[in-house]
């Protein structure tokens, strides 16, 4: 090593040190929305020994009133998931046979519905016209009760820069739009039941820039 | 799944880098935070979203920052006004350095050299850049680069055991 070098490699030992707290923070808030753009995902210890508890524990990163919004739309969703099943029973059998005969599940098909059944009193739990709640877990052969609370996740897909747009004020702006995809898995832990449902997302970011 | 913002660890990684750099460009220990913030909120803002930024790019913003900020007349006073303070660069490094003659005497003869030439050294040191990255930052060609930081290492050589001695002398004085 001649002198140069072991100058050099002095030099290299003296570490400079890190920015502040409070300068990073500052910077945050100076980024704002252009801070986010750009995600790193980071799997835990948990989720690589079981991907499908990715879909049983939320996020920490979701955020609390998009999780209320979530949990009000819960209880919707599993009705949706609930007249599909009922609708796929009866219109995908084919003729002559029923669903029981298909899936080996008491099933009955729509055209077996007793026409009194059709008519009955509205029940304004039912997410289906015409229906009860008895009745649709009947026909569904899904519990109606004893469901879990939905548990949420949001997984972060890709980012897209769609170039640079006139913003109304004027300005130039940034176009970003984010693609997400939020899940939801619904369980009843009496008959060991889950229904994850996925649902894409996607966000549309305009950053103002500066004309530099 | 966890997701955290890309540039903080990009920051975290080049962060000090950077701020030294501000440092020595800006002169005022105030200043350079303020600097590096502008530069690096420019920077992300334009590429941020690719999730990779080169660093050359926020040393190349710092860089033209300075000289903006340094022709407007408020700073430029505030320059000319500018008082013997604390080593700017001095500022950037641990502390406990106050404890190794030696490395405080690297530090001071860093402090002597030509500004053309400490800023070749901390781009190359400390930025880790290579010399095609620091011509392509300073705007110079990659000779005058090298050849700056050749003079500089000889310089160094020359002025550390001279920093060396005058601490010496300030003690038995």
Redesign the interface.
Known sequence: MN??EK??A??????????SDE??S??EN??GD???????????QE?RKDDFA?ARQP???IRFPRLLAFSGLAGLGLAAVWAVIFYLSSSIAPEGKTVKNLVDIPVIAQSNIPDSLLVAKEDPDSPLHGLSLDQLEDVSAMPVSGWSDPQI?E??IR?V?EGIFEHPSGLPA?R?RQYFMDETLWSHPASDTRILSTTPREEVLF?E??T? | ?????????W??RH???L??FARQQSRRPDEA?DL??EA???I???Y????EVAPGLVYRAIRRLAIDWARSIDRRQARENRVAMESPLAL???RT?EQDE??QA??RA?ERLPDQQKEV?ILK??GELTFDEIARTLDESLNTVASRYRYA?QK??NL?PEEMEGKKEGLTQ
Request: proline share 5%; glycine share 6%; aromatic share 10%.
């Open positions: 002198e140069f100058l050099e002095e030099l290299k030992e003296l570490v400079p040190g890190p920015p300068f990073t500052r910077l100076a980024l252009a801070g986010n753009v750009a995600m790193r995902c980071m799997p835990n989720e990715q996020s920490s990163s996740n997984r972060f980012v820069d940034r970003v950053i820039l500066d530099y | 799944m966890k997701t955290e913002p890309i540039w903080k660890s920051f975290a962060g000090a880098k701020l030294l935070e590096l913030q690096f909120v420019r992300w803002r334009l941020g979203h690719t999730g950037s490094f641990d350095l030696r490395k690297l530090l860093v050294v040191i400390w290492l160094l050589r550390v």
